[in-house]
């Protein structure tokens, strides 16, 4: 059975490595995805703080075109698409007055709820533990990672569900289980100021100031993260944290389907580790 | 700041209270919002502040806030109030309204990426990158903000040149031209 697949518009550009990375995964280990049709950009942080029905409608459309397509659950790799379309399945569920408003902005009725899986839960749920250990080929020889999950891949917990808000696991498990060791830091959850990388750059500085600190205090060699938006803002924005904080942070950052590919041996050509500003090449070498 | 405190003192409390569905009254200043906020240290009203100027009917002083605009909608805020007050929305709901009402933003940056976001996926139902960036730096008069970025996201294959396009953009115009500002809290309120 073929898993829906909404790749969201950053894993065609900015985050294109991940979707290199996450369809080498799954061809290697058999994983059909069928791509949502005629997918539309979910409406990311924009959307929902100019209209709040805008938000909802822009997500939901998605999920009305793959239920049309007989798909019955979705998986969002990129973390922010990941929320927005869990956030349109749970107000259309729980309130007949946004769920009738979604109709008429769309035209259609939702023919089954559609369940929408991030990265993480997509491998310790679906795919399942057991079967990815057992497809491991190459583990990762205690690679050090700092496991960051950021805020859209846990909250609002109310409505994601999925792992603990405050101190999630789900990837340190996930890293583990590939041969890697999930270092013990402070920073998995904090924000990385997201889109504010465009209009507000120094707040993005900051804050992965903070985050690089944080993991080079836990003994961190990298950052794995499911995020494009984490992604480009501690990787493609290091240099200029450097320079503006006088420090010498040299940490790749790198997604985790990367780490989940290098662990089933595949090569680091096959998983678009040339993408990074940041190089793990170096590292990965030992 | 000097604060007017009239008869009608819950006035906007309740109207954010309506527009949002969070109820601003339980909020007791405790101020966890304002510790875990990413943001914090870069805005003159506090989320805990903001609350309790929404409690003292200061609509002007909110809806000018700069606050909401840096607003990074972590949400971490939400998870951890004491009350399960959704302050992260209560930050959209404010934001939205002075959208709504045409007021000035607060900060012109902020409101500027998300029409240029919008803008581009309006036009094509997915975001265009490059054309974005463009569009947001002659918005906001800063034709050279992240310019050394672009080349580097070029060579990396990480730009594309050209915008990909949805099919169905009918569906599309329908969502924008009629998705209204906030949603019908009303005949929820009943229930």
């Not at chain 2, 409690?55 to 809806?63: C, D, E, G, I, K």
């Not at chain 2, 990074?72 to 002075?98: F, G, H, N, Q, Y």
């Not at chain 2, 903000?145 to 599309?172: C, D």
């Amino acid at each position: 059975m073929a898993y829906g697949y909404y790749p969201g518009c950053s894993l065609h550009s900015t985050a294109k490595e991940y979707n290199i990375s996450l369809k080498a995964v799954c061809g290697k280990l058999g994983i059909e995805l069928s791509e949502v049709e005629d997918w539309n950009c979910c409406g990311a942080t924009p959307a929902h703080t100019t209209k709040e029905e805008l938000g909802v409608a822009l997500a939901y459309n998605n999920l009305l075109n793959a239920s049309r397509q007989g798909l019955e659950d979705i998986l969002a790799p990129c973390a922010a698409c990941y929320n927005r379309l869990k956030n349109a399945s749970y107000a259309v569920k729980h309130s007949p007055e946004v769920n009738k408003r979604m109709n008429e902005l769309t035209g259609g009725v939702m023919e089954r709820d559609m369940k929408v899986y991030n990265i993480l839960e997509f491998f310790r749920d679906i795919y399942g533990q057991d079967n990815l250990k057992a497809a491991i080929e190459k583990p990762l020889e205690g690679l050090n990672v700092a496991c960051y999950y950021g805020c859209l891949l846990v909250r609002p917990s109310k409505v994601l569900n999925f792992d603990d808000a405050e101190d999630p696991v789900s990837m340190d498990d996930l890293v583990r289980l590939i041969g890697g060791n999930p270092v013990r830091w402070s920073c998995k959850t904090e924000c990385c100021g997201g889109s504010h990388a465009i209009p507000e750059t120094d707040i993005v500085l900051e804050l992965g100031r903070r985050i690089f600190t944080s993991a080079q205090a836990g003994g961190a060699e990298m950052i794995a993260v499911a995020c494009p938006l984490c992604q480009a803002n501690l990787d493609m924005r290091q240099s200029q944290i450097n320079k503006k904080f006088n420090t010498d942070f040299r940490m790749p950052v790198v997604y985790v389907t990367q780490l989940i590919g290098l662990a089933l041996g595949l090569s680091k050509e096959e998983l678009g580790f040339n993408s990074h500003f940041v190089s793990a090449a170096e590292l990965l070498k030992k | 700041m000097q604060l007017k405190l009239d008869n009608n003192v819950n006035q906007f409390a309740n109207e954010i209270e309506h527009l949002s569905g969070c109820s601003i009254s339980d909020c007791y200043q405790c101020g966890k919002c304002s510790a875990g906020c990413p943001v914090g240290e870069f805005v003159e009203e506090s989320p805990t502040r903001l609350m309790r100027l929404i409690q003292l009917n200061q609509r002007q002083a909110v809806l000018n806030s700069k606050t909401p605009y840096l607003c990074a909608t972590c949400t971490t805020c939400s998870e951890r109030c004491p009350m399960k007050i959704d302050v992260a929305k209560v930050m959209e709901t404010i934001r939205i309204l002075a959208c709504k009402e045409g007021l000035r933003p607060a900060v012109k940056a902020v409101s500027n990426f998300s029409g240029a976001f919008l803008d581009s996926v309006k036009s094509n139902g997915r975001l265009f990158e490059f054309g974005m960036t463009v569009t947001f730096n002659l918005k906001n008069g800063t034709p050279f903000k992240n310019a050394t970025i672009a080349p580097a996201m070029l060579l990396k294959g990480k730009l594309s040149f050209l915008p990909q396009s949805i099919k169905n953009k009918e569906r599309l115009k329908n969502i924008f031209a009629n998705s209204s500002y906030f949603e019908d809290r009303e005949e929820k309120k009943e229930h």
